[in-house]
T-cell receptor
Framework: DGGITQSPKYLFRKEGQNVTLSCEQN?????MYWYRQDPGQGLRLIYY???????QKGDIAEGYSVSREKKESFPLTVTSAQKNPTAFYLC????????????FGSGTRLTVV | GNSVTQMEGPVTLSEEAFLTINCTYT??????LFWYVQYPGEGLQLLLK?????DKGSNKGFEATYRKETTSFHLEKGSVQVSDSAVYFC???????????FGQGTTLQVKP
């Protein structure tokens, strides 16, 4: 079955360390997205990529970095410059067609201690 | 710009009650509209969608009608169950950007 996989589900890191969250899809979708969700809050867009080797900043890109070397993969690095990294991170993918929404992964909960 | 506004939650209902979650939007052109559901600790799942005016999306007893004249896409269900307890997000996908714009989400709690 096609889908989008995020790993790990839970991640703990010490303050000041960089950490990379994995996102892989086998849906043959061109576009991929990273969102951050804080408790009781909506979704905020961090970065998105509409094609391999290209990506754009979203609304809250500071302290994060991404790469898109393969169509299937869009890893997110949370750097030590991110002031408040503890959150739930969601990855999504989509086709280029307006009629379709996004397919979401099951999320990674990052806790920085 | 493009935006989505949802009613604030939490919404607390008894089992078998009627549910309405209001959603209105602002958009350039003719967006597609979506409702997503998020169960605790999980990602978002597409619940239903509508791609043009007067379309009705439906799934699992939930319905929403794309109303261009009122720029609304309210979610309804005739009889909620405890298992419907979740956070519901309204969203639009604008034709000019292709990006999905989400509302803030509405938490639904259904009590037995």
């Amino acid at each position: 079955d096609g889908g989008i996989t995020q790993s790990p589900k839970y991640l703990f890191r010490k303050e000041g360390q960089n950490v990379t969250l994995s996102c892989e899809q086998n849906l043959n979708h061109d576009a991929m997205y990273w969102y951050r969700q804080d408790p009781g809050q909506g979704l905020r867009l961090i970065y998105y990529s509409q094609i391999v080797n290209d990506f754009q900043k979203g609304d809250i890109a500071e302290g994060y970095s991404v790469s898109r070397e393969k169509k299937e993969s869009f890893p997110l690095t949370v750097t030590s410059a991110q002031k408040n990294p503890t959150a739930f991170y969601l990855c999504a993918s989509s086709t280029g067609t307006d009629n379709y929404g996004y397919t979401f992964g099951s999320g990674t909960r990052l806790t920085v201690v | 710009g493009n935006s989505v506004t949802q009613m604030e939650g939490p919404v607390t209902l008894s089992e078998e009650a009627f549910l309405t979650i209001n959603c209105t939007y602002t958009a350039t052109g003719y967006p597609s509209l979506f409702w997503y559901v998020q169960y605790p600790g999980e990602g978002l799942q597409l619940l239903l969608k509508a791609t043009k005016a007067d379309d009705k999306g439906s799934n699992k007893g939930f319905e929403a009608t794309y109303r261009k004249e009122t720029t609304s896409f309210h979610l309804e269900k005739g009889s909620v169950q405890v298992s419907d307890s979740a956070v519901y997000f309204c969203a639009l996908r604008a034709s000019n950007t292709g990006k999905l714009i989400f509302g803030q989400g509405t938490t639904l709690q259904v009590k037995p």
